[in-house]
């Protein structure tokens, strides 16, 4: 797994061992970097079940000001740990060891994020507590986007009733990216 592009271009940084998490394929990566690039000229971006670290390392590569990773399990704590170290990105990440809901009550008024990136385990609800926790917090820009991996065709219905318009849904082989923003 390696950083696609900008300050951390090409660096190979670790992964979760075993199965607990899903790592974002370089073209799908690029992909969803390339349809987000301008909010990265300084935005703040949140990686919610950060897994590994490697969509907020790519946005911190890419110019964003900040990440904040969120993630509960052990090992991807140490993974995402050992990631900030191996790319010197230290003063840009922030790691909240911690269940998501928690972690956005831990966190309101203390960021404004740009981008929200959610990739939580599929078919559990997480995304739905998660998305409500964050349209009940202060967390969301003016114009924040949220990105949420899914499972294909994963039934989005709930969305418009936590208060979030779907503005696209990018298909792939085995998943879709769903483009949200607060109403």
Not at 7 to 31: D, F, H, L, M
Not at 80 to 103: M, P, Y
Not at 109 to 116: M, P, Q, S, T
Request: one cysteine or more.
């Amino acid at each position: 797994m390696r950083i696609v592009a900008g300050t951390y271009r090409s660096r190979v940084i670790q992964a979760v061992e075993g199965n607990s998490t899903r790592p974002t394929q370089a073209k799908i990566k690029e992909a969803i970097f390339s349809r987000i690039g301008p909010y990265f000229d300084g935005g703040v971006m949140l990686d919610l079940f950060a897994g590994s670290g490697q969509i907020g390392l790519e946005a911190v590569s890419r110019g964003a000001a900040c990440a904040v990773f969120v993630e509960q399990e052990k090992k991807a704590c140490a993974c995402i740990e050992e990631n900030i170290r191996f790319t010197k990105s230290g003063g840009e990440t922030k790691l909240f060891r911690s269940d998501v809901v928690g972690a956005i009550r831990a966190m309101s008024g203390a960021y404004r994020f740009d981008v929200v990136f959610l990739d939580p385990p599929y078919g559990q609800g997480l995304e739905q507590e998660a998305l409500r926790a964050l349209a009940a917090s202060t967390l969301l820009a003016d114009e924040a986007l949220l990105i949420l991996e899914t499972s294909l065709n994963a039934d989005l219905s709930w969305a418009e009733e936590t208060g979030y318009e779907v503005c696209r849904v990018k298909k792939y082989k085995t998943n879709e990216h769903v483009f949200m923003r607060k109403k």
